[in-house]
């Protein structure tokens, strides 16, 4: 009796055993770390199942047991495109779960005071599946559809700013989140102070722009700048922006080479409605993306008595302005020497 139990224990023993062995080969294949390191796979909308294996290879330590999990949950037919993040300690079961669910992670991107827009988008198709020839002409269609000649018409929508997408936003949905955001800004207040002024929406884009170049961006001066233009342009003055020069000569050359460092007098004869010192009245639109501040503070500029202003030397980014011809000149005077003293051409 005694040794009718002992093999059924051995027997059983043996069985544990095996479980065990195949219990463990379960666990680790399912639930086990499988990442070598970490990263980011980019699953296009055209791949397969061995691309994604491709794709996925050098980040995991068993791709062999990676694909085996992938199938038994039918990712080998059923997965969606994206940018997934690859993070230390993931087992097999997560991985598949995140591509079959698409819980892909968004992209960060610093949309600038481009240009244009399509240096804009030149930049930021980078970090998305579409090229940006393919990106910029569904916009080009987009802007179409709304009466526009093409998607430079569309760069009021855009603002400076950095936001997140989706490594497979479309363009469409890429700029539906602008054009939201630009409803959302433009409050009925916002509207109210517009019409008060007796602009129209792109010019006061187009004063923003200036007001933006001008500044650097920087707050501390906008409202004063933008009071100043206001002055020209109320007594029909020709603005003489600098920035609009530099605008003017960098689209007769399509963009193709890098911006003005000093405006010279034969660039100020650049035939463009956007120079503001060949042309009068405000420009047709706006001569880069602009951001928040500088739309406000055209809708809210100072109320002062400023003709002129020249950029001051001894204050780097900040200007001195004034109402007086003569002083404008000895303020340009100062700095035309500086620039020559440090070479800058």
Known sequence: MNKKFGIIGLFVAAVLAVAGVFGYQYYAKYFGN??????????????????????????IKN???FAEVAKSKNMDRFFHAGRYQIKSGTNNTDLVNMIKAGNQTENSFRIGDF??????????????????????????KLAMEKGLSDAEDLKRYFFIDTYNFFWTVTPKEFFKKFEDEYNAFWTA??????QKMGLSRDQVYALASLVYKETGGKPDEM???????????????????????????????????????RVLYKHLREPSPYNTYYSAGIPPGPICIVD??????????????????????RRPG??????????????AREYQDWLNNRNIR
């Open 34 to 59: 499988n990442v070598e390191k970490e990263g980011y796979v980019l699953i296009p909308h055209s791949a397969n199942f061995n691309s994604i294996l491709d794709s996925i290879g050098p980040f």
């Open 63 to 65: 791709k062999e047991a």
């Open 115 to 140: 240009f244009s827009v399509y240096q804009m988008v030149g930049r930021v198709a980078k970090k998305t599946e579409l090229d940006s020839v393919r990106f910029a002409k569904d916009l080009d």
């Open 189 to 194: 207040d916002r509207g109210a102070k517009q």
């Open 223 to 261: 409202k004063t700048v933008a009071g100043l233009y206001l002055n020209r342009h109320r007594k029909g003055m020709k603005l003489q922006s600098d920035p609009t020069v530099i605008y003017a000569v960098s689209k007769a050359e399509d963009f193709r080479n890098a911006p003005l460092k």
């Open 292 to 313: 928040k501040n500088s739309v406000n503070a055209v809708l809210d500029a100072d109320d002062n008595n400023y003709i002129f202003m020249c950029a001051d030397p």
């Open 318 to 331: 900040l200007h001195k302005f004034t109402a007086s011809a003569a002083e404008h000149a000895v303020n």
